[in-house]
C-alpha cells in the first residue's frame, strides 16, 4: 500500500509559477513511476508529466518547456515545477503511484487546486 498526499495548488497569475508536491508514504520503494495527472470538470483526467526512477521523464505536449518533475531516490518526495502558467492549465491536479510487485497496483492522492487566473 502506497499513500500519497499533494500539496502546493493555489492561485496564480498567468505567466506566473508554482510548485506541487506529492509526499509518498507505505511501500515506496516498489514505485515504479509517479506521475501527475489533471482533472477539468466534465473532461478526462489526463496526464501531465510522469517519472519512471532510474529511467527517464515524460511530458505531454502542452506543458514540455514549462512544467519539470523531479524525484528523491526515497521515492517519497516527487515535485512538479510549473513556469509559464497559462489560463488553461487551471485543473485539479492528482499524483499518482505505479507499484511494481506480482501486478501492477496504482494510487491516487486527493488532489490539489491549481486556479490560473488574471
Known amino acids: 500500500q502506497v499513500q500519497l498526499v499533494e500539496s502546493g495548488g493555489g492561485l496564480v497569475q498567468p505567466g506566473g509559477s508554482l510548485t506541487l508536491s506529492c509526499a509518498a508514504s507505505?511501500?515506496?520503494?516498489?514505485?515504479?513511476?509517479m506521475s501527475w495527472y489533471r482533472q477539468v470538470p466534465g473532461e478526462q483526467r489526463e496526464l501531465v508529466a510522469s517519472?519512471?526512477?532510474?529511467?527517464?521523464?515524460f511530458y505531454d505536449h502542452s506543458v514540455k518547456g514549462r512544467f519539470a518533475i523531479s524525484g528523491n531516490n526515497a521515492k517519497n518526495l516527487v515535485s512538479l515545477q510549473m513556469n509559464s502558467l497559462k489560463l488553461e492549465d487551471t485543473a485539479v491536479y492528482y499524483c499518482?503511484?505505479?507499484?511494481?510487485?506480482?501486478?501492477?497496483?496504482?494510487?491516487w492522492g486527493q488532489g490539489t487546486q491549481v486556479t490560473v487566473s488574471a
Open positions: 499518482n503511484a505505479a507499484v511494481k510487485s506480482t501486478k501492477y497496483e496504482y494510487y
Open positions: 507505505g511501500s515506496t520503494a516498489n514505485i515504479e513511476t
Open positions: 517519472i519512471t526512477f532510474g529511467a527517464g521523464t
